[in-house]
């Protein structure tokens, strides 16, 4: 690899220790030290990112990193100015950069729920406005597997006065429980572990609008023995922000050969349902779902790579582009409606019924359309006013359109960290284990990005110029992204989960952000993480059961070796 100037700072680091054992075959301490590459040749995996998106800064802004394409396309000031965008709190103002905020939201701001731009960290409650609470909640029909219709997909618990919170957050509980795996949290040599997992409760009571389920086609209210009986909560945690930008130039036929090399290798091995029939048809190899957009844009159809269940294409119409949007409720040109229930009616139908919310009504748009420049919501009829405002597909937009732009450059243009420990033994024989146990089969290393040419669902940024490109890099981020099963208890919805990115990770602790992995942050560190891959239950076998078993019969050198490697990456 050649030597390359890095923008970024060259500065040591704390020091963290991993390994527990006093003999001399203990592994070295981890350390966050990221090394200088004008002065030494590193391995090009030490360059996570690539040549274009690769920082070395190692400090606690680390995650926070222009790439080089940022400062080469002279895009600083666009960047500096989306993440002032992403750090701040939303408002209730009807003017300003951050005004905008509800009538109903998730969040006020980004940074409670991506801290240190990384991972949210395990809660013990649910608090939207708790610092490092990365989760959303997910209320689903267990009959279906499909989101409830009368609260959003992303439930809100927080509300502008008069309007009223979907779910009453106090009444949310959070138990952590512990799990004995099949070998009873213990490794052939003695060395222990401990396992939990999280159980979310929400009453009947807590939900503000009757609680409704699609079955056949048609919405159900269920009672509350219906309720208690049919709908299952959820946590998922975010995940980090960092270096998403640059997964995004991996070309969508890329990514679908390997959805092929992994569907033709099930089907020689005989594994017919590997792959997630909703996404992938194993028996012919083709797509049976890809990601558009018919709303704002054409419904070109795009290969889906974001988000746990897939449910995104390009990062231009991803879960930035959308959450900026449905997590504060701050409309934009592209999006003037507000973010309410997947039905799109029992919020405000109960909103308009409800006496309170009337009689603050008229004082709340008044401030909001002074000039009653949308005499549909001013007829004096408060139930029609509130529906229809709570309806209305023509709002006016909150967030400027050059507001938008600078968000998506800055999160196009976040860099990941160089990878540390590159050339010790130790990260070298951790690379080898983690691809001899099978670790690299869905975590796949490295991936070549291609010409990068700017693609948007959304049709809102149409020029390759809008944004920093990444064209022909190879980078590091440890994810094929496929979907697989773990069979966990209390597991994701749907059992079917895209295998997160590793890269970076091993920052965490210093950036601020969770250190917890695992979707619902459930892993404490990086052992309990490994371990959870190895569930088989009444439901099936974990895809990464194998590899958990060959982990378990490695020495504690070579198990301390392998979780190194993954601190490190």
């Known amino acids: 690899m050649n030597k390359l100037t890095l923008s970024g700072l060259f500065l040591f680091g704390t020091v963290i220790t991993i390994g527990c054992s006093d003999s001399d075959d203990a592994v070295s301490p981890t350390t966050w030290e990221i090394g200088n590459p004008t002065k030494t040749d590193y391995p090009e995996d030490y360059y996570t990112g690539g040549l274009l998106g690769t920082t070395t800064v190692n400090s606690s802004t680390a995650f926070k990193q222009p790439t080089k394409s940022v400062e080469d396309a002279d895009m600083m000031t666009a ?30 701001g980004c940074l409670y729920c991506h801290p240190g731009y990384g991972h949210g960290a395990r809660q013990t409650s649910y608090k939207a406005d708790t610092h490092r609470n990365g989760y959303l909640l997910v209320i689903y029909d267990k009959t279906t597997n499909q989101y409830i219709r009368s609260v959003a997909g992303m439930p809100q618990t927080g509300a502008v006065k008069p309007f009223k919170a979907p779910i009453n957050e106090k009444d949310i509980t959070i138990a952590w429980k512990d799990y004995t795996d099949e070998w009873g949290n213990q490794f052939p040599d003695g060395e222990t572990y401990s396992l939990i997992y999280p159980e979310v409760t929400i009453p009947y009571s807590a939900y503000y609008a009757p609680v409704v389920v ?16 049919d709908v299952g909560v959820l946590l998922e945690s975010t995940i980090g922000i960092y270096g998403t930008g640059i997964t995004d130039a ?148 909150e967030m400027t359109d050059a507001q938008y732009k600078n968000l ?39 991936w070549e990005t291609g010409d990068d040419h700017i693609q948007d669902p959304a049709k809102f940024f149409k020029s390759d110029s809008d944004m920093p490109r990444y064209p022909h890099q190879k980078i590091w981020p440890y994810t094929d992204f496929v979907q697989h099963r773990l069979w966990m208890k209390n597991d994701i919805r749907t059992g079917w989960c895209r295998t997160t990115p590793l890269w970076g990770r091993g920052l965490a602790a210093k950036c601020g952000s969770g250190v917890e992995r695992m979707h619902d942050c459930r892993a404490r560190n990086v052992m309990e993480a490994i371990m959870w891959h190895g569930c088989k239950n009444e439901g099936g076998m974990s895809d990464a059961y194998n590899a958990v078993v060959k982990f378990r019969n490695l020495s504690k050198k070579e198990r301390d070796q392998v979780i190194y490697f993954i601190e490190s990456i």
């Open 79 to 108: 960047f500096n100015e989306g993440e002032y965008l992403f750090e701040k709190d939303y408002n209730t103002n009807t003017e300003g950069a951050f005004h905008g905020l509800g009538p109903v939201y998730v969040r006020r």
């Open 408 to 446: 998506m450059i800055w999160h196009r243009g976040l860099a990941v960290p160089a990878a540390r420990n590159t050339t010790t033994s130790d990260f070298k024989e951790g690379k080898r284990l983690f691809t001899q146990i099978g670790c690299a089969a869905c975590h796949r290393p490295s």
């Open 250 to 397: 991996i070309p969508d036929d890329s990514i679908t050969a390997q959805w092929k090399k992994e569907s033709d290798y099930f089907n020689k091995i005989g594994k017919t349902d590997a792959l997630n029939p909703a996404m992938w048809n194993q028996s012919t190899g083709t797509w049976n779902s890809y990601y558009s957009n018919s709303l704002q844009g054409d419904g070109t159809k795009y290969v889906r790579r974001y988000t746990y269940a897939l449910s995104r294409g390009p990062i231009l119409d991803a879960a930035g582009a959308n959450a900026i949007w449905n997590i504060t409720n701050v409309t934009r040109s592209d999006r003037r409606y507000h973010y309410l229930d997947l039905a799109g009616k029992y919020y405000a139908t109960k909103s308009s019924q409800d006496a309170e919310v009337q009689a603050g009504f008229t004082e709340y748009i008044n401030a909001i359309d002074p000039g009653k420049a949308h005499p549909e919501w001013h007829t004096g009829n408060l139930q029609q006013d509130i529906y229809t405002y709570l309806t209305s597909k023509s709002l006016n937009a």
């Open 214 to 229: 699609s079955r056949g086609g048609v919405d159900v209210e269920l009672t509350e023995e219906q309720y208690l009986s």
